[in-house]
């Protein structure tokens, strides 16, 4: 993969920058505020330097998925503010994204100069299913620059037009962020040093299948929480209550169990849970152990005892890989197990262990129960994408920069 430094002189040059600036974001009277800004901290330090070559910047990113159409609370204009207050600078935003202001903005660029353009997905062309319409909002892009670099490390897994057909049209060079990221997460899947545990929590636990069956070849310990562990827990015949479940998965997630215990894997699962009434903070709600899960309570939170498990698990690991908080932890009652999983990762961290936090939600949960990113060896900015290198998937953002850029359709195809 070519770096910026091999892109040679850039002053002058208009370079289009692929940046994963989906941050999460709060609707008020006043309209919307970010309340975690980590996607766009770790994405400044790319346009910065870009900038600082006297390049001219054009910055294209998404937030969240609007349908192929405007859809004002999903403008990046707020996320342009912030990227401006990091960067020190101005930084202009263009109200649309390949439309006469796009082109205006990018016309009025000095060297040095930063825009911003309108959210991706209000155009129908980036998601598009079809690859020739694709194609042509693909087309549209280029045309704003002469070169392009991909550094949206959170959206490297999706096969869309800014993260995979531009790289086709355009010369191209890899970020300092996706390369900081794949640097890591490499070290993961060859060789990590042992042992090596992964958590796993969230709601899902079908959105973790692929990864679950590939580290049960990797890592020596898997521990669960969250509410994917309900059917974990239903897959040994426990009763589970109202809580998550995924019951159309049980079948898998046994195969899963026999396997792991075949290749000598050790799952762990919580002894004990946080059962309430209801999803609610104020819900009536008791710690009870897993195999005393009242029938009309939802499990929300693991308990102590499993979180006090989970810490000795994790406490002579040398790599940790973690995904997905182990609770409902925006509700305070139901903080507690993500909070302390947190805090054997910093113990991890501060023993000369590799921790790694996945994800663009595990990564604010972790902002928001307190913690600090140098608690951490490395806060990936991809959760999905981090899951799916882990799970050893090609990454359409990264196999196509393996390409020239010119054309030929032969680059990042299935080769
Ligand atoms: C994310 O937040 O997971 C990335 O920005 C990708 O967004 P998406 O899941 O909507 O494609
Ligand atoms: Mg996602």
């Known amino acids: 993969m070519k770096t910026i430094g091999d892109l040679g002189d850039l002053r002058g040059k208009r370079v289009l920058v692929r940046s994963d600036l989906n941050v999460p974001l709060e609707q008020t009277e006043r309209g919307a505020t970010i309340t975690d800004d980590g996607r766009i901290r770790a994405s400044a330090p790319t346009i910065r330097m870009l900038s600082e070559m006297g390049a001219r910047v054009i910055v294209c990113a998404h937030l969240g998925r609007p349908k192929g159409e405007p859809e004002p609370k999903y403008s990046l204009a707020p996320v342009a503010r912030r990227l ?14 390949v439309g006469e202001g796009a ?7 000095e060297d040095g100069g930063v825009v911003v353009l309108e959210n991706l997905r209000f155009n129908a062309g980036e998601t598009a299913k079809s690859e020739p319409d694709r194609a042509e909002f693909a087309r549209a892009l280029a045309s704003l620059a002469d070169v392009f670099v991909s550094d949206g490390f959170g959206v490297v897994h999706r096969a869309q037009a800014s993260v995979y057909d531009v790289a086709r049209l355009l010369p191209h060079a890899t970020g300092g962020l996706v390369e900081a990221e794949v640097n890591v997460l490499r070290r993961l899947t060859r060789d990590p040093e042992r042992p090596y545990a992964v ?3 969230g709601a899902k636990v079908s959105d973790k299948l692929g990864v679950i069956g590939n580290l049960l070849g990797t890592a020596d310990r898997l521990i669960i929480g969250g509410g994917m562990v309900f059917t974990f827990l239903a897959a040994q015949g426990l009763e589970v209550g109202t809580s998550l479940l995924e019951r159309e998965q049980i079948d898998t997630v046994k195969g899963y169990l026999e396997r792991a215990e075949q290749e000598g894997v050790e799952i762990v699962l919580p002894v004990d849970v946080v059962a ?8 009536e709600h008791d710690v009870v152990p897993v195999d005393a899960i009242p029938a009309d309570r939802m499990g929300l939170d693991i308990g102590p005892e499993s979180a006090d498990l989970f810490a000795r698990k994790l406490a002579d690991c040398r790599t940790v890989f973690w995904n997905g908080p182990m609770g409902a932890f925006e509700m305070e009652p139901y903080a507690a197990g993500t ?10 961290t501060r023993h000369g262990g590799l921790t790694v936090v996945g994800g663009g939600d595990s990564a604010a949960a972790v902002r928001q129960l307190g913690f600090a990113d140098s608690d951490f060896g490395h806060i990936s900015t991809g959760g999905g994408a981090s899951l799916e290198y882990l799970e050893g998937k090609e990454l359409p953002g990264l196999t196509v920069l393996d390409g020239d850029g010119d054309g030929d359709a ?3 195809g299935a080769a």
């Open 84 to 97: 401006g207050e990091l960067l020190g600078t101005p930084v202009v935003f263009a109200e649309d994204t």
């Open 103 to 109: 082109r205006k903005a990018v016309d009025s660029l």
């Open 199 to 201: 958590v796993l929590g």
């Open 276 to 283: 309430a009434e209801a999803f609610s903070a104020d819900a």
């Open 339 to 348: 909070k302390a999983l947190a805090q054997a990762l910093v113990d991890v």
């Open 410 to 412: 032969r680059d990042g």
